[in-house]
């Protein structure tokens, strides 16, 4: 079998074509539903048919901006929200889904009607009056309040909105989006997005893309942010706090906001001041910095465990380290500008980031990616890192465990090694730029690697990303 078939790229393209109803009239497609009963051709799916998570995301649209008002109040932990979702159909819908997980909702309109709905689990089920035709474009509003709880995940982490001792740290991998806005929660469904998030006079609220302005009223504050590139729902946040801000552009045009805790500032500093540095040099790698924007968010969040490269400016429950640092802005490229299609490939994102670990310390005075390589090649062959293929963790518990991470850097090292520097290096950058903005999978990547090289790395890749155990004397 040649990895691509290992691999198929079964998820892709679906929400853009009508899977059933596509190209039908619309009267015709009553009729059907009808003559037929039930309408299980215009009914929106409730997922998008992820092993890991068959209920993250929803089928039959794509929303292509979200434009989030909200209210927080540290105080009482209650948080008021306004969702207008801009959607156009990908098939003639009687009624189609969001998530969303806990929250009380107030109303739901479409295109300014009144609409019913109904709540399972994280399943919010939205029947617009009046049926949407293929290829429409419609607005829903979804007006909601209430204290958000945290998801808890299949590995026990806990992600989406959490509260901190002055606000709420708010990561949303793999699934926490849901925890605090309406949304089609899955990396293949990408937007642009506006935040208006109001706090008490004093804390800030920090979110993704650029900073368009605050302004203070009757003791409370909103800040402004524009997302202008499309972003994963899970790479969003309104992080809360008692924050110092400091901005500037850097030499490359790009805007900087960083938001620290103070309480984790001194030790922050120095990591911080060389974000410019790791976006430069990050960029002579993979090519242009795919953001506007750019920034942190240092927390002091104990209890989260955690970073996460929420798009443009990561977040992190403590002061982080460099390499933490190293590693969160690559995936700017590898993971937010690129996005996986499916869980199962988060060795894209986890895999390059960690290598981009790895390149780092090996051009600044550190050990080289070999020597990287070596000491993780000499663990035990009963060592966790052999313990499932990289590029199939198995179940959704073990997306961010070794195999993913380390030897998925592995892979890229032996990547590396078998075509060349100078191959591997513009594999990396056409992989960013030709998918920038888009999804990925890891049978496009091996294809892209195959095509770039004039080799067959079908071997290659089997041994260090589809097999489980430890691969024989490299
Ligand atoms: N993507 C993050 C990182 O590599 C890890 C997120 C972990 N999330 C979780 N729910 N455990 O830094
Ligand atoms: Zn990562």
């Known amino acids: 079998m040649t990895p691509h078939q290992q691999h ?46 068959p209920l993250s995301g929803n089928g039959g649209y794509h929303v292509q901006h979200y434009d989030l008002t909200l209210g927080y109040d540290p105080g009482t932990r209650r948080l008021n929200g306004n969702a207008v979702i801009t959607a156009s159909a990908t098939q003639a819908l009687t009624r189609f889904n969001l998530d969303l997980n806990g929250l009380e909702i107030t109303s739901i309109t479409v295109d300014g009607t009144k609409a019913t709905f109904r709540r399972t689990g994280q399943e919010l089920e939205v029947t617009p009056k009046q049926a949407l035709p293929n290829g429409q474009v419609f607005r829903t509003t979804v007006v909601y309040s209430g204290t958000p709880k945290p998801v808890t995940d299949p590995d026990g982490s806990s992600e989406g ?7 709420a740290f708010v990561a949303g991998e793999p699934q926490g989006a849901m925890s605090w806005f309406p949304a089609n929660n899955h990396p293949k469904d990408k937007s642009t997005y506006d935040f208006a998030i109001t706090v008490p006079q004093g804390r800030t ?33 309104a992080t809360v706090g008692n924050f110092t801000v400091e901005q500037y552009t850097t030499a490359d045009g790009i805007k900087v906001y960083n938001a620290v805790d103070s309480r984790e500032a001194a030790a922050a500093a120095p990591v911080l001041k060389q974000l410019p540095a790791v976006l430069q040099w990050e960029s002579s790698l993979f090519g242009p910095y795919p953001f506007k924007a750019a920034g942190s968010i240092v927390d002091r969040a104990p209890n989260v465990g955690y970073a996460l490269e929420t ?36 060795w894209l994102n986890e895999g390059f980031a960690t290598y981009a670990e790895w390149l780092y310390a090996e051009q600044h005075g550190g050990p080289t990616a070999q020597k990287n390589f070596d000491a993780n090649y000499a663990k035990s062959a009963k060592a966790d ?36 520097d100078k191959t591997f290096f513009s594999i990396l950058r056409l992989w960013a730029d030709t998918n920038r903005g888009g999804n990925g999978t890891t049978a496009q990547f091996i294809s892209l690697a195959e095509s770039q090289s004039r080799m067959d790395l079908s071997q290659l890749f089997r041994t260090w990303i589809s097999t489980s155990g430890k691969p024989a004397k490299p």
């Open 205 to 237: 609220a920090v979110a993704n893309g650029v900073f368009d302005g605050q302004t203070t009223d009757k003791g409370l504050t909103t800040f402004r942010w524009h997302q202008a590139e499309p972003m994963a729902a899970y790479l969003a946040t």
């Open 311 to 346: 798009q443009t400016r990561p977040v992190y429950d403590s002061a982080p380290d460099l390499t933490t640092l190293v590693h969160e802005t690559a995936h700017q490229w590898f993971g937010n500008s690129v996005s996986i299609t499916t869980w199962k490939d988060i």
């Open 8 to 53: 198929p790229a079964k998820f892709t393209a679906t929400r853009r074509r009508g899977a059933v109803a596509g190209g039908l009239p619309l009267a015709i497609v009553a009729l059907l539903a009808t003559a037929a009963g039930p309408a299980a051709s215009a009914t929106g799916l409730d997922g998008l048919g992820d092993p890991y998570f």
């Open 385 to 420: 890192i052999w313990k499932f293929p990289t590029a199939d963790p198995g179940s959704a518990s073990h997306i961010f465990d070794e195999p993913v991470y380390l030897r998925g850097a592995m892979a890229l090292h032996k990547l590396r090694q078998a075509v060349g």
């Open 161 to 167: 909105w959490m509260t901190t001792d002055d606000g």
